[in-house]
């Protein structure tokens, strides 16, 4: 099982974390809401679960609760910039459909 | 896609909620709800599993209402107040129906649409439907956990615009938003993802429980064409069961099923069906029931005896098929797919027949109960905006040609039969006579060149056009058609801005075949109707050029010497003569063109003078 980030999602999450000045890592979720089925969410940790996995990553903790682990399973998190516009992408090979806007997937 | 942004924790935002959206497969028989969930269509079922709802209605003298299997149950009890196939009532006339004698309802004529007389009062067809669509909504709304944004729901493909309308009324009754209204036929080619096909040509074999339909679809470019329709309203599932009741009855030397008694025949039939659907898995099946009188009827019916017993049934819906592709024009080889739809096409023998009649495998693999239904949610989900990343809509087009009656009882095509819907066209029109103020819009529908032979969809009345001379005011007419098959007109005079307006809920009422006979009648009689037009255009012409010689005469009699006077009167007595007697264009168009010759030299003089008129006492200089 891993999860991984790319060099410029994991500048940008270091980045935030010494701009918010405390957390030890990003916490991937993956959560059931959204037009197809299932939806991401990143969020600050501060101190991970008992239960949870953390990978490491260009010097980035990544945690994942033991739920999203296996929809989770080999995606890649990008830092993109799209026009005005800068943000994290997934890229989840269990995903078989996204919905238009691309905040939610099914498996 | 969407780009993600890091949260505190615990307030990751929720995206958007899912759009909850629904296709309703609303059948004389059975109906059902789908929705498109995690990028797959399912059928929603009820509480206790079912999938299909029996369309049936129960009226209490409390004023409850009961849809579904609830109402089913008190079918037999109760048939006055338990409203069955309440589908074939939909914009139809009591006169439409065929045999209205031999239902159990108080039917009362009512203007546009039959109503029923039950315990808790009239009801229309509408209100029927609206029930069975409301159940509907209540348990898609239970298990889906929010209210419907909007749903698509199916009609057949021959349904006409007083039917449709009926259909949009109810699911508005019921509380539901419809988003469009969809042909089952091309509902059942979505579900098997046909429209992603660039084009095709498609027949869809739909064998329900009480009715058969056969569509001819053709798509190109995104557009689904209906071609052709045809099929039998009185033949379905339930003239299997008769059959084999029939058969058990024979062998136990019983003359007819009508010879025993209501709820032994009831048994009976429930034996039957049971024993048709056994068939489908397995070469025999069991027929047992038990009489009144305790006596077991009991026979063993294979499939090969099953066969002969439905032969003249299945080849009814082959013969209606074939109709069907003569009259799109097409041979079996130019068919790409089949599609199977509605629960009697489970039956071995009707499949048999379909790949024997089209030599090709049809497409079966899904529930041809829910095929409908599945590919109407498909296309509610598009609509109501939860795209799947493609931009794919659906359109329809409009079975027989628009338009307006002009003078002489002509009809002015507005929109053509087969535009793709939605379309907006619009024309201008004038006045005929000078002065005139108002003009009368008749809206009609149909191939025909005259209005007698178009349907009359609706009247209505443009007034206040400021005065002027004949020709010269410009009123515009704009038809427009929904998604949705539903027409709007507009009228609007150019240069006041004075506006009339009519939403066309036609008068309920055109049948069944009355499409495909009123485009065959086009068809037949288009020289005849090429013939009439020529002569009322002659003679429209001919009276214009009358009522103005008459004006000029009336005013400006004074610039003529009396032998000219007399040479024009003359004229114009030949050109009234000739319009009386219905006399045939060529002769119209002569005697019309010497009065054009006739008053040529009056109407030079006309002009002159009122030339003179407007020069008179003005020095040259002041007219630059």
């Known amino acids: 099982m891993t999860i991984s980030l790319t060099a410029a999602a994991a500048r940008h999450v270091e980045k935030s974390l010494q701009k918010r000045g405390s957390g030890v890592g990003l916490r991937v979720a993956v959560k059931t809401s959204g037009c197809s089925g299932f939806a991401y969410a990143l969020e600050f940790v501060d101190a991970p679960n008992a239960e949870d996995q953390c990978f490491e990553a260009h010097g980035v903790t990544i945690v994942v609760d033991p739920r999203s682990l296996p929809m989770l399973d080999g995606t890649e998190l990008d830092f993109v910039r799209e026009g005005l516009n800068e943000g994290f992408r997934f890229h989840n090979p269990n995903a078989t459909a996204n919905c238009g806007c691309g905040e939610s997937f099914a498996v | 896609m969407a780009l993600l942004q890091i949260a505190e924790p615990g307030r990751a935002a929720a995206p958007h909620q899912h759009r909850l959206a629904a296709g309703i497969d609303l059948g004389t028989t059975n109906s059902l709800l789908a929705t498109v969930q995690s990028a797959v269509a399912r059928v929603l079922p009820d509480d206790r599993g079912n999938a299909l709802m029996p369309s049936i209605v129960r009226y209490l003298p409390t004023g409850e209402v009961e849809a579904g299997r609830d109402a089913q149950a008190h079918q037999a009890d109760d048939p006055a107040n338990t409203i069955v196939s309440v589908k074939r009532f939909m914009g139809r006339r009591l006169a439409d129906l065929p045999d209205p004698g031999a239902l159990p309802y108080r039917f009362v004529d009512r203007p546009g649409m039959v109503s029923i007389e039950t315990v808790a009062g009239e009801r229309s067809p509408v ?28 009609v057949p493909a021959y349904f006409d615009d007083a039917q449709r309308q009926a259909t949009k009324d109810a699911a508005r009754l019921a509380g539901l938003t419809v988003l469009r209204l969809m042909n089952e036929p091309t509902a059942a080619a979505v579900a098997y993802g046909l429209d992603r096909a660039a084009e095709g040509t498609f027949a869809v074999y739909d064998l329900g429980g009480g009715t ?47 010879s025993l008694a209501p709820h032994e025949q009831r048994g009976l039939l429930m034996a039957a069906r049971t024993a048709k659907e056994a068939l489908s898995e397995s070469e025999t099946a069991d027929v047992s029931v038990r009489l009144a009188d305790g006596t077991l009827w009991q026979r063993v019916l294979s499939r090969t005896e099953f066969a002969a017993l439905c032969a003249a049934l299945i080849e009814r819906t082959i013969t209606a098929t074939r109709r069907a592709l003569r009259d799109a024009k097409l041979k079996t080889t130019d068919i790409d797919g089949v599609v199977l739809v509605g629960g009697s096409t489970r039956m071995p023998l009707a499949r048999d027949a379909v790949r024997a009649f089209f030599d090709r495998e049809p497409l079966a693999d899904i529930d041809p109960d829910q095929v409908v239904a599945l590919g109407a949610a498909k296309q509610a989900d598009v609509l109501a ?86 020709g010269a005011a410009r009123i515009r007419v704009t038809f427009q058609i929904d998604a949705d098959g539903l027409l709007a007109v507009t009228a609007r005079e150019q240069t006041t801005g004075t506006e009339a307006h009519v939403e066309v809920k036609p008068s309920y009422g055109l049948s069944d075949s ?52 007399a040479a024009i009167r003359q004229t114009v007595f030949r050109v009234a003569d000739a319009l009386e007697t219905g006399a045939a264009p060529g002769t119209l168009k002569a ?33 630059a």
Do not use: Y
């Open chain 2, 127 to 154: 209100e029927v439907s609206a029930d069975i669509l409301r159940a509907l909504r209540v348990q898609a709304e239970a298990s889906l956990g929010g209210e419907l944004v909007g749903v698509v729901v199916t």
């Open chain 2, 514 to 565: 009355q499409i495909a006979a009123m485009l065959k009648e086009a068809i037949d009689t288009s020289l005849d109707d090429m013939q009439l037009r020529t002569l009322r255009e002659s003679q429209v012409d001919a009276r214009r050029l009358l009522d103005a010689t008459e004006a000029a005469l009336a005013a400006d009699a004074a610039l003529l010497s009396a032998d000219e006077f």
């Open chain 2, 212 to 258: 058969f339909d056969i569509s001819i679809l053709r798509l190109s470019k995104g557009v689904f064409e209906v071609l052709a329709t045809g099929g039998d309203p009185a033949l379905g599932g339930d003239d299997f069961d008769h059959a084999v009741a029939r058969w058990l009855c024979h062998a136990h030397g019983v003359a007819s099923l009508a």
């Open chain 2, 591 to 623: 005697v019309s063109a010497d009065l054009s010759r006739a008053t040529e030299e009056f109407a030079a003089r006309r002009m002159n003078a009122s030339i003179r008129n407007a020069l008179a006492g003005r020095q040259l200089d002041s007219l």
């Open chain 2, 385 to 470: 905006g939860n795209g799947h990343g493609e931009g794919w809509l659906l359109l329809d087009v409009c079975p027989l040609s628009l338009g307006l009656e002009t003078m002489g009882g002509l009809v002015e095509k507005i929109i053509p039969r087969n535009s793709t819907l939605p379309v907006a066209r619009a024309q201008e029109f004038t006045t005929f006579k000078d002065g005139q103020t108002a003009m009368s819009i008749h809206v009609v529908q149909g191939e025909r060149e005259a209005v007698s032979g178009c349907r009359s969809l609706a009247r209505f009345e443009l007034r206040g056009i400021p005065p002027a001379v004949a």
